[in-house]
Nanobody, 119 residues
Framework: QVQLVESGGGLVQPGGSLRLSCAKS????????MGWYRQAPGKERELVAD???????YYADSVKGRFTISRDNARDSVELQMSSLQPEDTAVYYCNLRSIITNRGHGYWGQGTQVTVSS
């Protein structure tokens, strides 16, 4: 059974930075993609960024140029470096892992970590 354990998050002022980390335990018998989603109050969960085993990354338009996703294949972990944070980035952030044949929005999920951007 795959489990995802997240760390990082917290309260930061506008313009500040945070880093989220996620590590996988358990095995999955396929090549997989790791990523981050977020869900703000009253809104649907949305993809922030994901990255495949080859290091090819996708970013939502709202975070391009501000967030950077990286992956350590040896440790089966993924990080999200967030910079120039704004109040609209406030959300619960979820780590996600899916096989390459699984559509975005599905797969395994972490428990979520709160990111609050406020002065």
């Amino acid at each position: 059974q795959v489990q995802l354990v997240e760390s990082g998050g917290g309260l930061v002022q506008p313009g500040g930075s945070l880093r989220l980390s996620c590590a996988k335990s358990g095995s999955i018998a396929s090549i997989f993609i790791m990523g981050w989603y977020r869900q703000a109050p009253g809104k649907e969960r949305e993809l922030v960024a994901d990255i495949n085993a080859g290091g090819v990354a996708y970013y939502a338009d709202s975070v391009k140029g501000r967030f950077t996703i990286s992956r350590d294949n040896a440790r089966d972990s993924v990080e999200l470096q967030m910079s120039s944070l704004q109040p609209e980035d406030t959300a619960v952030y979820y780590c996600n892992l899916r096989s390459i044949i699984t559509n975005r929005g599905h797969g395994y999920w972490g428990q979520g970590t709160q990111v609050t951007v406020s002065s």
